[in-house]
């Protein structure tokens, strides 16, 4: 029997518009991230948001806030079927290799949480486990699963909702569903089934569906986005800080459902790659973007003496240091095959490659 050496996914085999969306992704989580950076370590608030920066905070809520960590999140399940389907035919033991994949990023992530306390990697880390029982259920299974899960979510954060308008209490069990762990696996689960069903990897043949999900749930994004235009009291004024948050929440999993089937439809066409490619760099090494991330602004806020800051200036703040990322990975990508901490990842996964010793002469 040959001897089946668990190796990565080689560069020929990626799927570059993943990298693309990932590295999207990634800079929305950038933006988010940012002025948590100064909430975490200095425990202050952020300023008073008027002007364009209330236009900004609108644009955040409706299109980015918990979106593209729902992004990032349905990638997530994608790549764990790649993963696990790719191991599987080399007739490796997937599930042993996914454990070790996992705790590795556990591993990683509990040293990211010294730099950073907003750390999402320990939190996927552990999901990823409760992922894996799927892998082999049926795609039928899996969707219901996803789509059950999520309308209890979003039936959860509609009552909230209406209890919160009519000024009561939430029920501490509603309260106890309105965690963000819910969208996360749900959207684990998406991705899941997404490559099963070969979506991504046969966009073309998937067209009409991938529509028909764009187009499903922008019609379900519509209503609540109108809620956050009134709530965020940008047009008609009396900001509701909790109805806005829920609200925001609620859109979590039909806006970044939509997002997702955009935007693969979108790097469906040629002219549309061209233009985006540049963020491929930065999703190829999407661990090390991450961290990245938390790295910089360990080093800039006390260099700098950055103290809270209007949403403009963060938002200023986060083109130069995407902008940046964008450069250093590219470069790093001309050297190499993957990023430096993907590199650890690997090895902690794959462990050391042996050698292959040469037959002996006959």
């Known amino acids: 029997m040959t001897n089946m050496q668990a190796e990565p996914i080689t560069q020929k085999d990626r799927i570059y518009s993943i990298d693309i969306v990932r590295g999207l992704a990634l800079f929305g989580i950038l933006l988010v991230n940012l002025p948590s950076f100064i909430m975490y370590s200095e425990d202050v608030r952020m300023p008073i948001e008027a002007g364009i920066d209330a236009w900004i905070r609108l644009s955040y809520d409706l299109f980015i806030q918990t979106k593209f960590f729902g992004i990032f999140s349905f990638l997530f399940g994608l790549g764990f079927y790649i993963f696990m389907s790719r191991a599987e035919q080399r007739g490796q033991k997937v599930f ?7 705790f590795a990023m556990f591993f990683i992530g509990v040293i990211h949480v010294i730099l950073w306390f907003g750390d999402i990697l320990t939190v996927y880390a552990l999901l990823g486990f409760l992922l894996m029982p799927f892998y082999r259920r049926k795609s039928s299974t899996i969707l219901a699963w996803a789509a059950s899960l999520g309308g209890v979510y979003m039936l959860t954060q509609g009552v909230a909702l209406v209890q919160t308008l009519n000024g009561q209490e939430v029920y501490p069990f509603v309260a106890s569903l309105q965690t963000t762990l819910i969208p996360i696996f749900v959207m684990f689960l998406f991705g899941l089934y997404a490559g099963k069903r070969g979506f991504i990897a046969q966009i073309r043949e998937h067209k009409p569906l991938l529509k028909r999900i764009a187009t499903t749930t922008l019609a379900i994004s519509l209503p609540i ?13 009396s900001k509701l800080e909790q109805v806005n948050k829920i609200l925001v929440d609620l859109s979590t999993l039909p806006m970044a459902l939509c997002l997702i089937a955009s935007l693969f439809l979108l790097l469906d066409r040629e002219s549309a790659r061209k233009v985006l490619q540049p963020f491929a760099y930065t999703g190829q090494m999407g661990l090390t973007t991450y961290l990245g991330q938390t790295v910089i602004m360990t080093i800039l806020i006390p260099l700098f003496g950055i103290t809270a800051m209007p949403l403009s200036s963060w938002l200023l703040l986060a083109l130069p240091i995407y902008a940046f990322q964008l450069l250093a990975s590219w470069l790093w990508l001309k050297r190499f095959n993957r990023g430096p901490m993907e590199k650890l990842w690997r090895f902690l996964t794959y462990g050391r490659k042996k050698k292959a010793v040469p037959a002996p002469a006959n």
């Open 96 to 102: 042993r290799l996914f454990s070790r994949r996992l």
């Open 225 to 237: 986005a109108a809620g956050i235009v009134c709530a965020s009291g940008v047009v008609f004024g």
